[in-house]
Structures are given as structure tokens and as C-alpha cells.
């Protein structure tokens, strides 16, 4: 190991050393308005609740013991909709800008039955059958395993529970990296999904811009060491880690210091013009909502070897896949319709990669690249004109393909 690689292993070694109660604890400013500051702190169940609309929340058991917080803006009858979120990031998402400002509130008053699931790691899902949140066993996973066990047990659990034989489906980067993996994976669940709306669709890193990914990405030796050597772990950077990628994240010295201290804006770039910075502590407030070392090093890994695969175990390839390379995931095993929305200044999914994703996808039957140069990652799901830039138009292509006569019966089972 060479003296460069000696160093960032004791510099990521910090990772959970320090605690958590820094990023959920913060030190919020007086001016702040009252309602927001308590929005900050109920979960995605009190959120739907608060605003007058019917919550649900529901554990969905994974096959492979995983115990994952499930939520429901409930129309029951309705055709179901399951919203799938993206890295560091929680069914919060869908509703915590509030009504008329959040797509998962949209989604319901436009008729439909609204579900948001939380994959493994995250604040919901951190309990398992046999492991505890502390077991070294309870980290072993990458987002491979997300898109073979956590999204089929969620989508098997809802048709099961609304009669239905199919869904749509709405992800956010990572929401999307799963689902691909499914369709490689698990075919046989792309039957069961009606379509799937892709907001910052996310497979290739080639083109990658975050100065986190590509930390990891050019850290690779350091973290894969750093794996072997202490187990598995939750990914909780430091302060001292962050205040590295801050520099990178944060050139331009206007920027508030509360978001320079977010994690979420530092991996994924931030748009003064999309954010609404009176909701940050809201923002704050719900993410990073957890992730595994492990997934982490799995997207430096995609970045290293352009190419979407399976997770790199380096000589234990020829055990667990019996070659020396990982496979690559079959994208053209996704049959299902895809409709991808992207920005120009996505930092984990730009344009070229997008277009790279779309080009081996055989089903994509729309795609929207919103004219607005500085349109990034966040902004598809927080920015402040999202619906009028992106969610109208889905609702429209979502309704388009269920046709004039589309009706709730047509997929109803029972
Ligand atoms: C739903 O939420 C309530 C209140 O937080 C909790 O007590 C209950 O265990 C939850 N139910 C399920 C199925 O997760
Ligand atoms: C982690 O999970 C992988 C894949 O499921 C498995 O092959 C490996 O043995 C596990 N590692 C440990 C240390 O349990
Ligand atoms: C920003 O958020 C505040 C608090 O929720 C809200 O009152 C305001 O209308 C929002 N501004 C925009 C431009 O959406």
C-alpha cells in the first residue's frame, strides 16, 4: 500500500467517528418561520397527516430480511403509484415541500393512490429480522441489492394490497438506478410495472461531475481496503471530509454557509435559482437520511469503469461471478416504457450520459431536457418550478399512455 493510499485510509477511517446529531441538530437560524422549523423534524407519516391528507404507513419484509418503512397517501381503489427516492434521501422527499409544492401530494390530487418506500440504510428501513443497525452484516449491501429485494417486496406488497396487477412507477437518481437493475435482474417484475417516469435517470458515471463520487472514484484502492479491513459500514463522512468537498462544492462565496454544510447539496450541486433557502432546514432536516460505505464505493466503481455493473470484488469476481470482470447489468432487459427527464447542470446525470442510458434502453418513449442551463440534480424534485417545468408535462405523458380509455378496472384483479 502505498503512503497516498496509507493517508486517505486514516482520513476515511474518520468517517464514524464522528456523530450523527451534527447533521439533524442544526443550529437553525431565529428568522426562520415557526412552521417550517417544525416540518424539519416529523417524519414523511406526521408530514401527510399535518397537511390533511390520508396517511398510511406499512413494513414491507424483504427476502432477504430487511424491513422497510412503506408510505401511503391512501385513494384506495385508485391506480397505485410507487415513488422510489434517490441516494442519501427518504419518501420525505415526495411531500416535504408541502401541498401544490411537492410531487407526491400532486400525484394524489390528480386521482392517483399514492405509495413512497424507503430502501435499506435509510432513516425508515434500518431494521432488519436477525441483524441490528450496529451489525457489521446489516451494512453488506450496495444498491444491487435495492433494486433485486427492496423495490420487487414493495411492488409485490402493493398489488397485493390494491388488487391491482400493475403500477406506475417514479424514481429519482438512485430510484432509477434500481430500477434498471431490476429489469436486468428481476425481468420478470417489469410486467408489473405500467410505465416508469425517470426524473435525473442515473446508470453511467463517465460524465460524472460530483466532487464526492469522484473522490471515491479516484480513492477507489483506499476505500476497497478500507471495506476489507474494518467491515461494512454506514457512510457518515466527517466534518473534516466535508469541509474538503466544500471548497470544491462551494466556490461561489454568496452561497448561504448552511448549504455549503449540507452533504446532499456538496455530492450533488446546488441552483440558487430552483432553491427556495426558506426551506433548507427542512431540507436539512431530512437528509442525509443514510447510505452504505459499500453502495458509496459501488458508484466510485461505476465511474472508474464506465460501464453499469455489478459491484467489482476484485479477485473475488471469479467466485461470486465467475469471471474476472463484473458482469454489466442488462439494460435491455428493462421492456417496460421509460420516460427520462434531465438538466443540463446535473452533476451525477448529465446529458451525455443520459443519452448513453437511453440509447440501450429499448423502451423509451419519451424524453424532456429541461431548456434552463442551470437545471441540476435537485431541482427535478425541490426546485421551486419543477411543476411547471417537469411534473405537468409527466402527468400528462402518464395519463397519455393510459389512453382515453384507460380505467381503473382495466388493471384491476379482483
Ligand atoms: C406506523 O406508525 C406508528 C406511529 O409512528 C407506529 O407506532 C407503527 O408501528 C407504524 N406501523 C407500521 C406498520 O410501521
Ligand atoms: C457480503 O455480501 C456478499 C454478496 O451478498 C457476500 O458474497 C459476502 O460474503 C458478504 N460479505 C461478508 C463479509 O459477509
Ligand atoms: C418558499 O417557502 C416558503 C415557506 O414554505 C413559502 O412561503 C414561499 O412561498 C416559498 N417560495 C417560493 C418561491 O416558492
Not at 479491513?229 to 468537498?245: D, H
Request: charged share 20%; aromatic share 14%; with cysteine.
Amino acid at each position: 500500500m502505498s503512503l497516498k493510499t496509507c493517508i486517505i485510509v486514516l482520513y476515511l477511517a474518520f468517517f464514524n467517528l464522528e456523530s450523527k446529531a451534527n447533521y439533524f441538530n442544526y443550529p437553525f437560524r431565529l428568522d426562520i418561520p415557526p412552521n417550517v422549523l417544525e416540518d424539519a423534524r416529523l417524519d414523511t407519516f406526521q408530514l401527510i397527516y399535518k397537511y390533511g391528507y390520508p396517511a398510511e404507513n406499512y413494513t414491507v419484509k424483504t427476502d432477504d430480511g430487511y424491513l422497510l418503512g412503506l408510505f401511503r397517501i391512501a385513494r384506495p381503489g385508485a391506480v397505485p403509484v410507487l415513488m422510489v427516492h434517490g441516494l442519501l434521501d427518504s419518501s420525505a422527499t415526495w411531500v416535504m415541500m408541502g401541498p401544490d409544492k411537492s410531487l407526491g401530494y400532486m400525484l394524489y390530487d390528480q386521482g392517483y393512490d399514492v405509495w413512497m418506500t424507503n430502501v435499506r440504510g435509510n432513516a425508515y428501513s434500518k431494521h432488519h429480522a436477525r441483524f441490528k443497525e450496529s451489525d457489521r452484516d446489516f451494512w453488506n449491501f450496495s444498491f444491487h441489492e435495492m433494486g433485486t429485494y427492496d423495490i420487487p417486496a414493495t411492488i409485490d406488497f402493493i398489488l397485493m394490497s390494491t388488487g391491482y396487477s400493475q403500477l406506475h412507477y417514479v424514481g429519482h437518481s438512485q430510484g432509477t438506478v434500481i430500477f434498471w437493475i431490476m429489469g436486468s435482474e428481476r425481468p420478470e417484475y417489469m410486467d408489473k410495472v405500467f410505465m416508469m417516469q425517470a426524473l435525473a435517470p442515473v446508470a453511467f458515471l463517465t460524465h460524472c461531475r460530483s466532487p464526492v463520487v469522484n473522490f471515491l472514484a479516484a480513492e477507489d484502492a483506499a476505500v476497497a481496503f478500507l471495506l476489507r479491513a474494518t467491515g461494512f459500514n454506514e457512510f457518515l463522512p466527517s466534518n473534516r471530509l466535508i469541509n474538503t468537498f466544500k471548497r470544491a462544492a462551494c466556490h461561489d462565496t454568496t452561497i448561504s454557509n448552511m448549504v455549503c454544510e449540507s452533504l446532499l447539496f456538496i455530492i450533488f450541486g446546488f441552483n440558487s435559482q430552483q432553491l427556495n433557502e426558506t426551506m433548507l432546514p427542512v431540507l436539512i432536516g431530512h437528509t442525509p437520511a443514510g447510505a452504505s460505505t459499500k453502495q458509496m464505493h459501488h458508484y466510485g466503481q461505476l465511474r472508474n469503469s464506465r460501464r453499469f455493473q455489478l459491484f467489482d470484488y476484485g479477485i473475488g469476481n471469479l467466485v461470486q461471478y465467475g469471471s474476472i470482470r463484473p458482469p454489466k447489468y442488462k439494460l435491455e432487459n428493462v421492456r417496460t416504457k421509460v420516460a427520462l427527464y434531465y438538466g443540463k447542470n446535473d452533476w451525477l446525470a448529465p446529458p451525455e450520459d443520459v443519452d448513453r442510458l437511453s440509447q440501450q434502453l429499448p423502451n423509451v418513449v419519451y424524453k424532456y431536457l429541461v431548456p434552463d442551463e442551470h437545471f441540476n440534480h435537485l431541482d427535478l424534485i425541490w426546485g421551486i418550478d419543477a411543476k411547471e417545468l417537469i411534473w405537468n408535462r409527466m402527468l400528462a405523458i402518464m395519463k397519455f399512455y393510459e389512453g382515453p380509455s384507460y380505467s381503473n378496472d382495466q388493471y384491476y384483479k379482483k
